[in-house]
């Protein structure tokens, strides 16, 4: 039950440096319209991120008539954050600067035969030793300086169930950990501190620092992929739950006793709007369709995304059906959560978001609550690039701010 | 956005008065380890609470050699709160002291003809002079001290969606509030602090400071009545939404394009385990069953719970239909928010709650988040009372204590 002024600070911590990355320069007092702290607590806070190097002034602007306002910036090229999206088939990895600018990626096929704990732990740590030699070898390092002694955090995200203690269990095909010590694994690889969680709270965390949550307070982030569900940042912060499995919401049941679902249920949300069920509605509607590929779901909502573009009949019908089941489950997340916006994300959102989001919009006004003030916005994912690897490293920055709180 | 310094000092101010309350007498340091605040903080939030006459100094204990400890209490006689839950037919009253022991009640029929906001907001407070008169009289009160002189706030619980702005709306047959300012007029006839709100809050409060929320974190409350809806705890405080609508779960699609649902949309969870939707259970299963009454939901429900009880086949095959649907919008629930309880309550979790629990239990087993350490307790509401009535009297003793806070 410990509620802590740190963690307050903390949270006001990380929305003064948000400010500062969202701008080019600003002054103290320009925090503080935008973050409604005191100018006390922004002063302070700022001296912190100065006196750790993460911000610099970086000039004065006048303040009609009275002392010129000293301008802030994120320092660039002091320390990097690496995100890591592990998928089941590849991972890829992406370092930052402090203000999230990706400086360097690489993507990696992962070995679907080999996903042991030790092997696949192996491949991370390769893929991201790959970027930080990249970086080093674009800026000529001289060997003795390690990059690696420029990190702030490797940001991991794993698609499955992470414990606050650093432990992963994934049920997937070919895929089965039951509370694998990923974080000690990698620790032992990389010898750098790893910041591990999954890709709908490093999405969440994306949108909250870099996309549609920017300013909000209630956000929910829809994760749709193979998998689907959800992101909570609650009060504006990320909402964990008990035991940090918050937004398993995939596994909500929509359809009693409907299609079976992975995950031995039936009905799930997941089991019609999943890539698999989206697939599956498409074989039910024309079983013969073209628009259905052998190379598996990817390639078949590909198709799909572009004959609705297209409008081809058979996939807005599909689009359509589609809508409907998402709407549905998005109206009831709507009632439960009453948020300010709801992000569609994942990569079928990717592709299909822009075919489906009217839709769904159009589904969730007929059966979320009927009062005008009650409605949340509904919108795509606005954000250039992978979320899932830029939310993880911001979740290493956010990390490593809570790490200098305990010296501060 | 902002959050605020004074947002944890109330919260950990309710916290070490939940602590007073529970207890006969509690010294600081007992505050401390329940609470996991400082000493310092702790000295200082009972230090106000001194000066406010909301606590006082009831003696010492020994501290094992050192220097005996002062032991704290709730003053009685020091202030009253009032807690209203208004439902459809009737006005529930009840007048507390600051310990939250009811000390007089009562209960009126609302007139059924005549909801029109004037009229309805004059029967509230006609039933809240009847309580203050029935204390008044029972005390001995001397005419020029005014009982309502007394009261530090007057919570009020009404069926529908109450706005931040202290409007409501409510739909249901004969009531349909479009954002009534009930706020004010309760302020006018009373002149009182009125603190107002749903019964799904105040049952949630209810649960936090009494019941089965004491010390936890995440907390589901699930109100089961004529309608059904869920109060949201999280972080260790009550969750409220974007625009205070949080928790309108009953109506989640649990069967797509099912049973049509008051809300106007088909297949709601309210439309399933709602007090009409178990009366409609039990009459497609057995048409002429003499436990359908023909006084309403109310009775048949009752004959219902009766007959299972007894261990009647036709009561039992309902109350298992029941727990299935119930189970599986519960296994929702603790799938997307993750808390460490979820508790039942209101009138139909009174009645058939026990007959339900161990059926809902497995159901929620069978179809929740497989690993062991996410499962939720799910227990029945353990307030013997109305934790409708006492809930309101806690946001009015929260409301108190806030305001109080704009002052020190």
Known sequence: MKRSLRDIRLANRFDVL????????????????????????????????????????????????????????????????????????????????????????????????????????????????????????DAGTPPQESPSAQVLGVGVSVPGQVGRDGTVSISAPNWDWQDVPLRRLLGQQLHLPIYLDNPLRASTVAELWFGAGRGRRDVVVLTLGTGVGAGLALGGSLYRGATNSAGEWGHTTLVLDGRPCRCGSRGCVEAYVGAPGIVQHLRELAPDSPLLRSGGATETVDAL????????????????????????????????????????????????????????????????????????????????????????????????????????
Chains 1, 2 share one sequence.
Not at 26 to 41: D, M, P, W, Y
């Open 18 to 137: 948000r400010q500062v990355i969202a701008s080019r320069a600003v002054s103290r007092q320009q925090i503080v319209a935008e973050t409604g702290l005191s100018l006390a607590t922004v002063s302070t806070l700022v001296g912190e991120l100065l006196d750790l190097g993460l911000l610099e002034e970086v000039g004065y602007e006048g303040s009609g008539g009275g002392r010129p306002r000293g301008l802030l910036a994120v320092t660039s090229g002091r320390g990097v954050l690496i995100g890591v999206d592990v998928a089941e088939s590849y991972v890829h990895v992406e370092m930052f600067n402090p203000k999230l600018a990706a400086l360097a990626r690489t993507e990696a096929p992962l070995d679907p035969d080999g996903n042991s704990p030790d092997h696949v732990a192996r491949q991370i740590a390769a893929a991201v030793r790959s970027v930080l030699d990249q970086a080093a070898g």
């Open 305 to 408: 995304a572009r004959a609705a573009a297209g409008g081809d009949r058979v996939a807005t019908r599909v689009v359509a059906e589609i809508a409907r089941y998402l709407g549905m489950a998005v109206a009831g997340l709507v009632n439960l959560v009453n948020p300010q916006v709801v992000v569609l994300s994942g990569w079928v959102a990717a592709k299909l978001g822009s075919a489906l989001l009217d839709a769904v919009r159009g589904v969730v006004e007929r059966h979320a609550p009927r009062r005008p003030c009650v409605r949340a916005e509904i919108v795509l994912c606005p954000i250039a690039g992978n979320p899932v690897s830029l939310g993880a490293a911001t979740l290493a920055l956010e990390g490593f701010l809570t790490t200098i709180g305990r010296r501060l």
